[in-house]
């Protein structure tokens, strides 16, 4: 079955502690991306990217950083410099980079992260 | 940041009643808008893409409309069905920025 795969599905964390979320696709996207959801608020995009070995900061990147070195791979790190890491973390990914506008996007089932 | 603003921000209705939602974005710039639905505990699912002026969208009961020149998106569901309920969430890309700006969803209930 194709889709995207995140873990864990829950995560606790000590303040001061980095932390990585995983988000794997294997429906061969170009496209990946990192959103952060808190109550009542929309989907707020944290980075994306386009392609291996690039990325692009979205509209929340500080205190987070991120990596694609695989296609199908694009892990998230919650760093401690995040001044307030609990929230629901989503990662998306969707075809055709030219095209992005166009495409649809595909969800993971996301990561709750809290700090303790 | 260009903001996409979405109302009512939650909505309780009957089953078979017709509702419908509005998402307003900047008409400038415009290139796309999305709509996802999102049940509690699965991850969101896209039910359109827009991208022109005047585009009409169904897919079964529900559908859409987009307005480009005047910055908005309805999005109708017609005699709702409780398993309608969910958070749907407008998405729009503008040229410039690679990448979707949410709005921050209407969450639907529809009673049995």
């Known amino acids: ?116 | 940041i260009l903001n996409v603003e979405q109302s009512p921000q939650s909505l309780h209705v009957q089953e078979g009643d017709s509702t419908n939602f509005t998402c307003s974005f900047p008409s400038s710039n415009f290139y796309a808008l999305h709509w996802y639905r999102w049940e509690t505990a699965k991850s969101p699912e896209a039910l359109f893409v827009m991208t022109l002026n005047g585009d009409e969208k169904k897919k079964g009961r529900i559908s859409a409309t987009l307005n480009t020149k005047e910055g908005y998106s309805y999005l109708y569901i017609k005699g709702s069905q409780p398993e309608d309920s969910a958070t749907y969430l407008c998405a729009f890309f503008y040229t410039g920025r690679r990448a979707l700006t949410f709005g921050s969803g209407t969450r639907l209930q529809v009673q049995p």
């Not at chain 1, 959801?37 to 386009?50: E, M, W």
């Not at chain 1, 790190?77 to 980079?97: D, E, G, H, I, M």
């Open chain 1, 1 to 116: 079955d194709g889709g995207i795969t995140q873990s864990p599905k829950y995560l606790f964390r000590k303040e001061g502690q980095n932390v990585t979320l995983s988000c794997e696709q294997n429906l061969n996207h170009d496209a990946m991306y990192w959103y952060r959801q808190d109550p009542g608020q929309g989907l707020r995009l944290i980075y994306y990217s386009q392609i291996v070995n690039d990325f692009q900061k979205g509209d929340i990147a500080e205190g987070y950083s991120v990596s694609r070195e695989k296609k199908e791979s694009f892990p998230l790190t919650v760093t401690s410099a995040q001044k307030n890491p609990t929230a629901f973390y989503l990662c998306a990914s969707s075809l055709r980079r030219d095209r992005s506008s166009y495409n649809e996007q595909f969800f993971g089932p996301g990561t709750r992260l809290t700090v303790l």
